[in-house]
């Protein structure tokens, strides 16, 4: 059974960093997409970055290119996200997402992935 489990969330002033980490267990072959999302009350929730684990090809949604990092270590099962130069705007929860037997390049949406995390709070202060 595929599971992710995500940490590393909690506070930062604007302007800091934080990193999120994702493990990954139930799923050995690279052939995977693992992406990153995030959810702010009343809003949708939106990918930010995701990653194919295979090749390590990385895509970031517009908001947050430049300033956020995301990387894998296949021998951990880890999937990472750095967060730099955050905004008040990047509090949310965020969640880790897998979508198996698959490349990344046109999976953008939540609805493309079938395994979740249970997710991390990430809050900016002023």
């Known amino acids: 059974q595929v599971q992710l489990v995500e940490s590393g969330g909690g506070s930062a002033q604007a302007g800091g960093s934080l990193r999120l980490s994702c493990a990954v267990s139930?799923?050995?072959?690279?052939?995977?997409?693992v992406g990153w999302f995030r959810q702010a009350p009343g809003k949708e929730r939106e990918g930010v970055a995701r990653?194919?684990?295979?090749?390590?090809?990385?895509y970031y949604a517009d908001s947050v290119k430049g300033r956020f990092t995301i990387s894998r270590d296949n021998a951990k099962n880890m999937v990472y996200l750095l967060m730099s130069s955050l905004k008040q705007e990047d509090t949310a929860m965020y969640y880790c997402?897998?979508?198996?037997?698959?490349?990344?390049?046109?999976?953008?949406?939540?609805?493309?992935?079938?395994?979740w995390g249970q997710g991390t709070q990430v809050t900016v202060s002023s």
């Open positions: 139930g799923y050995s072959n690279q052939h995977a997409c």
């Open positions: 990653t194919y684990i295979d090749s390590g090809s990385t």
């Open positions: 997402a897998a979508r198996l037997w698959s490349t990344c390049r046109n999976y953008d949406s939540s609805s493309d992935y079938n395994y």
